[in-house]
Structure formats: C-alpha cells, structure tokens
C-alpha cells in the first residue's frame, strides 16, 4: 500500500508559517475555551502514525529536530552536504524521491515546511492529507504556505477542531 504525504502545520488568518526570520511563537491560541471542540488534536498521536519527516533547509535550520530523532528526515537543500544519524540531505528531485519512498514498506510522510518546499509538492499533486491549523493571528508579512500559480486539488473535509481559537482543519484528496 502506498504511503501517505501529509502536510501538517500551522498557518496565520493571513497565511503565514512563520515570520520572515522564521519564528513560531505567534503560534498560540487566543485561550478563550468557550467554542473548543470535544475532540483535541494530539501531535503525539499524529507522529505515531509517520516515519519519515519532509522539510526545507530553512526549516531545518529553525526548528529542533530532536522529537524527530527516530524518524528518517529529509532535508531538500541546494547545498552538497553528508547526512548524519537519521537526517538526509537531498539537493536533487525530491519529490521524485519522495515518490519512490512512498513505493516503499513503512509509515507514511510528513511534510513540515517550508513554503518553497511545500510549493513544489503542491505542484505536483501528490500531497494525501492536509492537516492545516488556523492560528488567531494575521503576521501581516512573512513566509508563505501558498505561492502562486498552484494547480486546481478539490479537497473533503474530514475533520475539524477548535481548541482556544485555533481551527485545525484535516483535509483529505477527493
């Protein structure tokens, strides 16, 4: 069975997935409970069911890797660079590559950031799952999650969450 790639992450009203010196801290809810779903979204639960984690070098270089130590990272970078431990740097094709990862036994994929890499995902249509979390928060300017040009992907809802204002919105191909 083929393996999933699924896009988790958090984006501002506006659109954002981090300021532009690829912060997160605005990434908060608005700690108003009275709308909150019953169900909660649970990342430990979400990263349960991958084993393989999908980012940009500038993501790399913003985020701690260390939650993701047992999973196999792939790193898209236009720099040569040796891999250490379970972290992959790829400057070619990789979604060609993720392509032929998803052929392979295993979890499924997740794709983290950033909006470039995302970009040529979406592009490609082969993105499974989106899982997109609205934070109550416009940046006003930032990193993108959409760029343009993006081909037409009707999407199925599947589920949504509310927890202090932020919407989690799961989406399915149709």
Same mark, same amino acid.
């Given at each position: 069975?083929?393996?999933?790639?699924?896009?988790?992450?958090?984006?501002?009203? !506006?659109?954002?997935?981090?300021?532009?010196?690829?912060?997160?801290?605005?990434?908060?809810?608005?700690?108003?409970?009275?709308?909150?779903?019953?169900?909660?979204?649970?990342?430990?639960?979400?990263? !349960?069911?991958?084993?393989?984690?999908?980012?940009?070098?500038?993501?790399?270089?913003?985020? !701690?890797?260390?939650?993701?130590?047992?999973?196999?990272?792939?790193?898209?970078?236009?720099?040569?660079?040796?891999?250490?431990?379970?972290?992959?740097?790829?400057?070619?094709?990789?979604?060609?590559?993720?392509?032929?990862?998803?052929?392979?036994?295993?979890?499924?994929?997740?794709?983290?950031?950033?909006?470039?890499?995302?970009?040529?995902?979406?592009?490609?249509?082969?993105? !499974?799952?989106?899982?997109?979390?609205?934070?109550?928060?416009?940046?006003?300017?930032?990193?993108?999650?959409?760029?343009?040009?993006?081909?037409?992907?009707?999407?199925?809802?599947?589920?949504?969450?509310?927890?202090?204002?932020?919407?989690?919105?799961?989406?399915?191909?149709?």
């Amino acid at each position: 069975m083929k393996r999933k790639i699924i896009l988790n992450l958090a984006m501002s009203l !506006d659109g954002y997935i981090a300021t532009e010196e690829g912060k997160y801290e605005w990434i908060v809810g608005d700690g108003k409970t009275h709308l909150n779903t019953e169900e909660k979204f649970n990342f430990e639960v979400f990263l !349960d069911t991958i084993d393989t984690m999908i980012m940009g070098r500038k993501s790399y270089e913003d985020c !701690d890797i260390e939650p993701f130590r047992n999973k196999e990272i792939f790193i898209a970078t236009s720099k040569k660079e040796k891999g250490f431990d379970n972290v992959r740097f790829i400057s070619g094709d990789i979604v060609k590559l993720l392509q032929e990862e998803q052929t392979k036994e295993g979890k499924d994929m997740y794709l983290f950031g950033g909006g470039e890499l995302i970009d040529q995902f979406i592009k490609a249509d082969i993105i !499974d799952e989106y899982i997109i979390a609205i934070i109550p928060t416009i940046l006003g300017k930032g990193r993108k999650l959409f760029l343009e040009n993006n081909p037409i992907i009707p999407l199925q809802l599947e589920s949504y969450i509310v927890e202090e204002g932020i919407v989690v919105l799961h989406y399915l191909k149709r």
